[in-house]
């Protein structure tokens, strides 16, 4: 009896051994992270760096040979069109001057004048193009109500009439300046002729502004002499903002004018809302930061908000743009890190009854973190993200647990 009893507690012993290494050699789960297949909002967007710059910008030039008198002005200061005094200019003695000069100055009044003549059709033109715009937008408006039209053609009528209407603005704009030039040519042309016997020494030329704004920059402080066409002083109106962003011509066949744009890091606490106004049609070759050739293309984009909310923004400031060339408000998707290839065909690991199901999908529209799915998921599955190599078909898996 009691060796019985001895050999019955060597094999317990034996047995519990026994189940001790088989429970420990046995097959693990494997740890993974897992997230649900759902349906919700997808943006596609062309993410690049850009730029601020004044839309319109006028550069005020020496209209003859003279002395320029020290500029009182400074980069920043406010200038008042036809009141701010932005350069006095003493005429040489017209004695001095030869023939060519004489005719170098009439040449300038008569390009003038016909810079001038050559506004007024534009200048119609532009209005004519404001009211069609403008009753095109009322006529979709009015559809929209009585459900006669999309919000898309909505939305593509209020950008032909924003356009529209800046481009009237551009139009005026370039008149007064063109006016501008004509009266300070003729001015020039004054001051260059030969002086009767007896007359009068040539006053001095004194020029204002042509514009409302601000000094951008001096491209002459002090006093010198300068010749005619020499770069004085560059005006503008921060308040005039537009963005330019760069973008590879590939990117740049995506994007539609009139698409919204997130502006970031452009040092505010919110992003801003822009929309892009035109794609440039003509691109060029820019080298990358790994001396790589990219054709490249601008995009420009205007502000949406109102102007208090970025006014802290000037001339040439770096921003981050965001163009958005694709959304869907109701999209199947699984984060990119799901997707693998595998035969030729997309593929992605369904967590099934505790185990990893291959499953091969079609994939469409995707960003850096997202992956629209066409087929393959149901809305609610479980996808298996960054497999690794230590699952496959049929392995057993448990989610990890997050921190």
């Known amino acids: 009896m009691k060796n019985l009893l001895s050999r019955l507690v060597l094999v317990m012993i034996a047995l519990g051994v026994v189940a001790a290494i088989v429970f420990a050699f046995r097959p693990q789960p494997v740890a993974v992270d897992g997230e649900e297949v ?21 550069v005020v030039s020496a209209p003859l040979t003279a002395q320029l008198q020290r500029i009182q002005l400074d980069a920043g200061d406010p200038v008042t069109a036809g009141e701010t005094v932005v350069a006095v200019l003493e005429p040489v003695d017209p004695a001095l001057l030869d023939a060519r000069a004489n005719l170098e100055s009439e040449a300038r009044v008569r390009r003038a004048e016909a810079a001038l003549a050559r506004m007024q059709p534009e200048l119609d033109a532009a209005i004519a193009r404001r009211d069609h715009a403008a009753g095109e ?7 929209f109500n009585r459900q006669g039209a999309t919000q898309r053609e909505v939305d593509a009528a209020l950008l032909l009439d924003r356009t529209a209407r800046e481009e009237l603005e551009a139009a005026r704009f ?6 501008f030039e004509l009266e300070l040519a003729q001015a020039a042309l004054v001051r260059t002729q030969p002086i009767a016997e007896g007359g009068a020494a040539p006053e001095y030329l004194v020029i204002t502004s042509p514009v409302n704004g601000r000094v951008l920059r001096l ?8 010749s005619p066409g020499s770069p004085l002083v560059e005006l503008g109106d921060p308040a005039d903002l537009e963005i330019v962003v760069d973008v590879l011509s590939t990117d740049a066949v995506q994007i539609q004018p009139g698409a919204a744009v997130y502006i970031e890091r452009w040092g505010g606490e919110h992003a801003l809302n822009g929309i892009v106004r035109l794609v440039e049609p003509q ?11 990219e054709q490249r293309v601008n995009v420009i984009i205007d502000f949406s908000d109102p102007f208090e909310m970025w006014k802290a923004l000037g ?37 099934r009854d505790g185990k990893a199901a291959l499953r091969s999908v079609t994939p469409g529209r995707r960003t850096s973190l997202e992956v629209q799915i066409v087929e393959g998921l149901e809305a609610g599955e479980v996808v298996i993200v960054h497999p690794g190599d230590t699952v496959s078909e049929g392995t057993s898996v448990v989610a990890r647990e997050r921190s």
């Open 137 to 143: 937008l009322d006529r979709v408006k009015t559809a």
């Open 283 to 293: 691109a060029f070759t820019k080298i990358s930061a790994l001396g790589v050739e």
């Open 315 to 351: 001339d040439g400031y770096r921003i981050e743009a965001r163009i958005v060339t694709w959304r869907e408000e109701s999209v199947l998707q699984v984060p990119a890190g799901a997707l693998f290839r595998r035969g030729g065909q997309w593929s992605v690991f369904v967590v």
């Open 219 to 226: 491209m002459h402080e002090s006093a010198a002499v300068v």
């Open 174 to 179: 370039a008149q007064e300046i063109a006016r």
């Open 38 to 58: 759902n349906r919700g909002p997808l943006e596609v967007t062309v993410d690049e760096d850009g730029r601020t710059r004044i839309r319109d910008r006028y």
